[in-house]
């Protein structure tokens, strides 16, 4: 039977989350815009949805902004801030996106896309470093977020390392200097407990496959009292993004909210760490040279980003397919590519170890027992594939 190791990259649908889909497009099949009676029904189960989602999330059902998922997400909060605090300013001045390099490429390259525009009217992108250890560069960061910043984007955990980002901190900061705090929760939600009230951020982007809901549909939470313009004009979505509601997925990502709101998440998180770190330890002690990426920093609890010996990745993948075992190279959007993890990249890490790097991200119901098969298939994989050890000395003749 497969080994599925790669969560961070997407999660199969709960069983109540395919029921809630199913019953969406057999019941609630309608638009939620019409006026007849089968048009209502379907605007009570998205008004129904909108309520779960924004009680599992900890902020208000009008702050919630229903959206194909959280690339689309990202790109409604950061060209909406910035055409926000434009207007704002009356256009006159030059304004600034502060961005960390390990960003996700949605947000990552929608900034690259941004910067010569921005930089046409004086202003520019501001790129946060990480230190070697994975994390944020808190000091260099908060120095390069200033009364012209109109946003900055951070996410709450990186989805290669796994690295928690200091999300209070900067918080408090972008507070003070004025600018709006956009965070990508993509990877955090349905691993750690979130809510909006107490996260500082005015505006989080999700998907919801990530926590075993269903694919293309996720959300991006506006604070209230946030003036964000529509990139998509329409009446839906309190004319935030208009467009047909995707009901049946709004529904499912409410069904996989709710079973996660019936989780004792942080005990949850702590067996999973804990798995983690057994498949971890196993790891390094069975395949000598094996080098664990952001050890040294709070990561979720589910994620490991390690490189074996001097091996390529793309052999490594190979020989663990065979096994049966299903793990990424890093982010699955960027994977087989023949250029190194810019997460990584941003690290510090030499081109050669970066490309040999492996994602093993756990599901939040993984048992010792699958972490005991994996870290048998794995071993008995990579082993025949590790350089063998130079003799220290000629053997007498």
Known sequence: MPIYLDHNATTPPAPAVVEAVLQALRVDWANPSSAHAAGQDARRRLAQARAQVAAALGCKPAEVVFTSGATEATQMALRGALMARAAADGHAVPLRLAISTAEHAAAR??????????????????????????????????????????????????????????????????????????????????????????????????????????????????????????????????????????????????????????????????????????????????????????AGVPRLPNTLLLRFAGLHADAVLGSLQAAGVMASSGAACSAGGSEPSHVLTAMGVPREQALGAVRLSLGMDATAGDIDEALLRITTALRPLLPCPLPTALEPA
Request: charged share 15%; with cysteine; proline share 6%.
């Open 109 to 294: 390259r929608l900034a690259l896309s941004l910067q010569p525009g921005l930089q046409a009217a004086g202003g520019d992108v501001d790129w946060l470093p990480l230190r070697p250890a994975g994390d944020l560069d808190l000091d260099a960061a908060l120095a390069r977020i200033g009364p012209r910043t109109a946003v900055v984007s951070l996410m709450a955990a990186n989805n290669e390392t796994g690295a928690l980002m200091p999300l209070q901190a900067v918080a408090e900061h972008c507070r003070a200097a004025g600018a709006w705090l956009h965070v990508d929760a993509t990877q955090w939600i349905g691993r750690l407990p979130f809510s909006l009230a107490d996260s500082g951020a005015d505006l989080v982007s999700l998907s919801a496959h990530k926590f075993n809901g269903p694919k293309g549909v996720g959300a991006l939470l506006v604070r209230q009292g946030l003036a964000l313009p529509a990139l998509q004009p329409g009446a839906q979505e309190r004319g935030r993004r208009g467009g047909t509601e995707n009901l049946p997925g709004i529904a499912g990502m409410a069904a996989a909210l709710q079973a996660l709101q019936a989780l004792d998440l942080p005990a949850r998180g702590r067996i999973v760490a804990a798995l983690r770190d057994r498949l971890q330890a196993g790891l390094c002690a069975a395949l000598p040279g094996t080098v664990v990426f952001a």
